[in-house]
């Protein structure tokens, strides 16, 4: 209150509490995710010994899940060599881990978006600092597959550091923090590794809880909430009034739970769509309360309970999006999976040397992120993906076709290229839709998106490549690519990118 003239009382205007810092932001998220990435990599390379472990202590679990490994791979017609089978064993698990992120990742947006991404964040990683917890302390096959499920369920903070850089609302901020997560994820994916191969293995899960803790800490200290109160879904009311008929409901909530775990309303962004400001044409919003009633659940009152949402531009760009995103994982996520075999039925690579290989492949990846995808200015993420997806196809011929070292090299080259630029590009187009207290909802989507196509493209790339052959495999993969090129045509960037032009 201030004392105006005459002695009058007259009220101030309401504090609102400034935006984070840009650059504050954006280190904090760099920095929790390396070190997450850092403590889930660290178990990649001690798995095949470990599922021996359990072999060899003839646990009873693992003994039920071998038989099923077997039975697989017999039906794709797999050599029975020993190193095949602890790749398609660990690929197997890895498939759990990603259809456990496939159904947590929306919900862990939607709730975000009503709660704050910071308290999201937190919970999160709690989770996956228990699950290191049940590692380091597991003694059977039972508690390590424990630890895996509670990692799984708790891997939101992915996408929940994706919708904090959509927070930041700049176009040309939100395209550098795509690509300084993509970054993390190359450091994470090249360092991790290489540490847990050299240290002992009863020492890695501590490591591995340590790192987990110390992400935690730090996020806890230095990371500001990105999503004002006033922007949170819960705080959207509507001004339409809420007809007696239309009251929330058990339906409601079943409506809403299918829009966030139902594979074809992820599909189709349902719970972006059902939302008090879905997008319309190029990324706009329609008004505010346009489609929405108030009085639903916090949680749910965006999703359900609304008039059918007619078709958009904006929507369907936006639906094109997760699909092209969809098939390029599915596709990449295949590929890259059967080159440890190829690699090693081709040329011998030991597991040292494909550690190698992946180590050039990551390094290759962070140096392109850094110089190049961070410096892709807002509206051009279109064409650098569209490029890059092209180049996928000779990068991915070259390795199923080449017989020597220098053109696998090459064809690795290529594919690093490609993979540094397409997911932040998308993610950062991506982040563009939806009002401030969807974009949690928006990012949670496209990571269950890429979760299930991680989930799948293994193992359906795993069986073409022994049924039909290496050739076959990577030929007719290249050729999908065009598929995603396809989806991009035509398609232009949020109206907001195009506004801060």
């Given at each position: 209150m201030g004392w105006g003239a005459g002695g009058s009382c007259t009220p101030r205007p309401p504090?609102?509490?400034?935006?984070?810092?840009?650059?504050?932001?954006?280190?904090?998220?760099?920095?929790?995710?390396?070190?997450?990435?850092l403590a889930f990599t660290l178990l990649l390379p001690l798995l095949?010994?470990?599922?021996?472990?359990?072999?060899?202590?003839?646990?009873?679990?693992?003994?039920?899940?071998?038989?099923?490994?077997?039975?697989?791979?017999?039906?794709?017609?797999?050599?029975?060599?020993?190193?095949?089978?602890?790749v398609l064993f660990g690929g197997l698990i890895g498939s759990v881990f990603s259809f456990l992120q496939f159904l947590s990742a929306p919900l862990t947006g939607a709730a975000s978006d009503c709660l704050g991404r910071r308290p999201v964040l937190l919970l999160s990683l709690v989770g996956l600092a228990t699950s290191y917890a049940v590692w380091a302390a597991s003694r059977s096959f039972a508690a390590f597959l424990a630890s895996r499920v509670i990692g799984g369920i708790s891997k939101g903070n992915v996408s929940l550091s994706t919708a904090v850089i959509?927070?930041?609302?700049?176009?040309?901020?939100?395209?550098?923090?795509?690509?300084?997560?993509?970054?993390?994820?190359?450091?994470?994916?090249?360092l991790g590794p290489m540490l847990g191969a050299s240290l002992p293995a009863d020492v890695v899960p501590w490591?591995?809880?340590?790192?987990?803790?110390?992400?935690?800490?730090?996020?806890?200290?230095?990371?500001?909430?990105?999503?004002?109160?006033?922007?949170?879904?819960?705080?959207?009311?509507?001004p339409v009034p809420l007809p007696a008929p239309q009251a929330p409901s058990i339906a409601l909530g079943f409506r809403a739970a299918a829009d966030l775990l139902s594979p074809l309303a992820l599909f189709?962004?349902?719970?972006?769509?059902?939302?008090?400001?879905?997008?319309?044409?190029?990324?706009?919003?329609?008004?505010?309360?346009?489609?929405?009633?108030?009085?639903?659940?916090?949680l749910l009152s965006r999703l359900g309970a609304q008039q059918p949402l007619r078709s958009s531009p904006g929507l369907g760009s936006l639906r094109r999006l997760g699909l092209a995103y969809f098939v390029y994982l599915f596709l990449f996520s295949g590929l890259e999976y059967t080159l440890s075999f190829l690699t090693h039925q081709r040329f011998q690579f030991s597991s040292l040397q494909q550690g190698k290989m992946f180590f050039f492949i990551g390094l290759t990846m962070a140096t392109i992120q850094g110089i190049y995808t961070r410096r892709i200015s807002p509206g051009g993420e279109i064409a650098a993906v569209k490029q890059a997806v092209l180049l996928l196809v000779p990068a991915f011929l070259l390795i199923g076709w080449g017989r020597t070292l220098p053109v696998l090299g090459l064809g690795l080259l290529?594919?690093?290229?490609?993979?540094?630029?397409?997911?932040p590009c998308l993610s950062s187009m991506v982040a563009g839709y939806g009002s401030p207290g969807q974009k949690g909802t928006v990012m949670?989507?496209?990571?269950?998106?890429?979760?299930?196509?991680?989930?799948?493209?293994?193992?359906?790339?795993?069986?073409?490549?022994?049924?039909?052959?290496?050739?076959?495999?990577f030929t007719v993969c290249s050729g999908l690519f065009l598929l995603p090129f396809l989806l991009l045509q035509n398609l232009r960037p949020p109206a907001q990118t195009l506004k801060a032009e």
């Open positions: 504090i609102r509490p400034r935006p984070a810092p840009e650059p504050r932001v954006l280190t904090v998220v760099f920095v929790g995710l390396l070190l997450d990435l095949p010994g470990l599922l021996e472990s359990h072999g060899h202590a003839h646990d009873p679990l693992y003994g039920v899940w071998q038989r099923g490994v077997d039975w697989f791979a017999a039906a794709i017609r797999m050599p029975a060599e020993k190193r095949y089978n602890s959509a927070d930041l609302g700049s176009p040309p901020a939100c395209s550098r923090g795509m690509a300084v997560i993509g970054v993390a994820f190359s450091l994470g994916f090249t490591l591995a809880l340590v790192l987990a803790v110390s992400d935690l800490l730090f996020i806890l200290c230095f990371l500001p909430e990105t999503l004002p109160q006033e922007k949170r879904a819960a705080r959207q009311a509507s189709q962004f349902s719970a972006t769509a059902h939302g008090r400001d879905p997008p319309t044409g190029d990324g706009k919003r329609l008004p505010a309360g346009s489609l929405g009633v108030a009085g639903a659940p916090p290529f594919y690093s290229f490609a993979a540094a630029v397409v997911v949670g989507t496209l990571r269950s998106l890429g979760a299930l196509a991680r989930a799948m493209g293994p193992m359906v790339a795993a069986s073409v490549y022994w049924l039909a052959g290496a050739q076959v495999c």
